[in-house]
Each structure stands twice: as C-alpha cells, then as structure tokens.
C-alpha cells in the first residue's frame, strides 16, 4: 500500500535554511505528482508547490518563489522540500502528499514534520 | 490566485444530527474542488474529489455536490467520530488554494 514517510521535527534560527525529506513506497514512484502544503500552529492549510517526480518539474507558490526548492531522488524514492531565509512567519507543520491518479487530489499524506524557527 | 471561502467557520452539533459545509470559489473552478477532514494533530485526509467523488474508504455519510464555484459538503448523520475541522480545496489553478476551514464540535 502506499506510504508517505516524513522527517523528524527541526528547529532553526531565523536566516537558517531548512530541508525536509519525503519518502515514498508502494507505488510507481514517477506515477504521481507530489504536493507540499504547511499549517502555521492554530492556523488553516497553505499549498506550498507541487513536483513531478518524472522529470523533476516544479511549480511553486508565487509567494514562497524565491525560497523554496523541491527535488526528487528516483534511486531513493525520495522527495525533497528546502526553505531558505527563515522568519518566524515559517513555524508550522510541513506536509508532502502524493496527487492522486489524475493529479486533482491530496490522497496519501505524510505524518508532517515541524519546522520551528526561533532565535 | 482564486480564493476559497467556507461557511460557517464553525458549528456545533449533535451525534446523529445532518450538517452541510458551503465552499465558495472567487473563480469558476468546475469541478476540481476537493475536502478534507483534519483531527487535531493529524494530517488532513481526503474525503471527496472532483466535487461529488467519495474517496475509497470514506463513509457514505459523506456527500459533496456542486459545480463551477458554489460546492457543498454534506455529513447525513453525524458521527462521535466526525467531529474535526474540514477543508476544501479547488485544483483547477495554480496556486492550488485550500479554504480556511469549518470547525465542527460537540453541542
């Protein structure tokens, strides 16, 4: 079955950079698109950027642009998502989710990795 | 960027009470518009795609229906479980906007 395996929690300080690792199983890994979304502490869902794993493309949020860079590893099956330029506004949990069979839909989420950004 | 807006932004209701959730598109999205249920803690998980569309393993209490850029979520018969914050989502557009959800707790 499909399996969305996530990092463990950081914390850095404000100008640090921080990359979060997404690894896959359970399914043909350049079959699916993969999305990140992030959720400040008490706050709603904020899509992030999205990846295709077959060929590396990226699209990203015109307001992360600039700082955020997704990758992929095919030989590990691994999706990577690094912010740079941290501000206390980046505290939040950060989620990758595969995009489903047409690429419309969030169906198989990771556990989330939080992202604390303190001085 | 098209901008999602739900109503009400929480409610309070009963087990076995019927409970409809509005999603509102600025933009015509068809039917790319998705919901999600998120318990404290949790990921969000996938409940209905493509506007009216049950996600495997989703209970049949779910409902979504709608089209264009008026959507609805319907729950038929609340359950002790189902009570969580939900979210819709539209993916016709880049950026792909998620609304800022609907609190449902227990009256």
């Known amino acids: 079955q499909v399996q969305v395996v996530q990092s463990g929690a950081e914390v850095k300080k404000p100008g640090a950079s921080v990359k979060v690792s997404c690894k896959t199983s359970?399914?043909?890994?350049?079959?699916?698109?993969i999305h990140w979304v992030r959720q400040a502490p008490g706050q709603g869902l904020e899509w992030m950027g999205i990846?295709?794993?077959?060929?590396?493309?990226?699209t990203y949020a015109q307001r992360l642009q600039g700082r955020i860079t997704l990758t992929r590893y095919t030989s590990t099956r691994t999706i990577y998502m690094e912010l740079s330029s941290l501000t206390s506004d980046d505290t939040a949990v950060y989620y990758c989710?595969?995009?489903?069979?047409?690429?419309?839909?969030?169906?198989?989420w990771g556990q989330g990795t939080l992202v604390t950004v303190s001085s | 960027d098209i901008q999602m807006t739900q109503s009400p932004s929480s409610l309070s209701a009963s087990v076995g009470d019927g409970v409809t959730i509005t999603c509102r598109a600025s933009?015509?999205?068809?039917?790319?518009l998705n919901w999600y249920q998120q318990k404290p803690g949790k990921a969000p998980k996938l409940l209905i795609y493509?506007?009216?569309s049950i996600q495997d393993g989703v209970p049949s209490r779910f409902s979504g229906s709608g089209s264009g850029t008026d959507f609805t979520l319907t729950i038929s018969s609340l359950q002790p479980e189902d009570f969580a914050t939900f979210y819709c989502?539209?993916?016709?557009?880049?950026?792909?906007?998620f609304g800022p959800g609907t609190k449902v707790d227990i009256k």
């Open positions: 989710a595969t995009a489903g069979t047409s690429g419309s839909y969030l169906d198989y």
């Open positions: 933009h015509n999205v068809n039917n790319y």
């Open positions: 359970g399914y043909t890994f350049t079959s699916y698109f």
């Open positions: 990846i295709n794993p077959n060929g590396g493309g990226t």
């Open positions: 989502q539209q993916t016709y557009s880049m950026p792909f906007t």
């Open positions: 493509g506007a009216s």
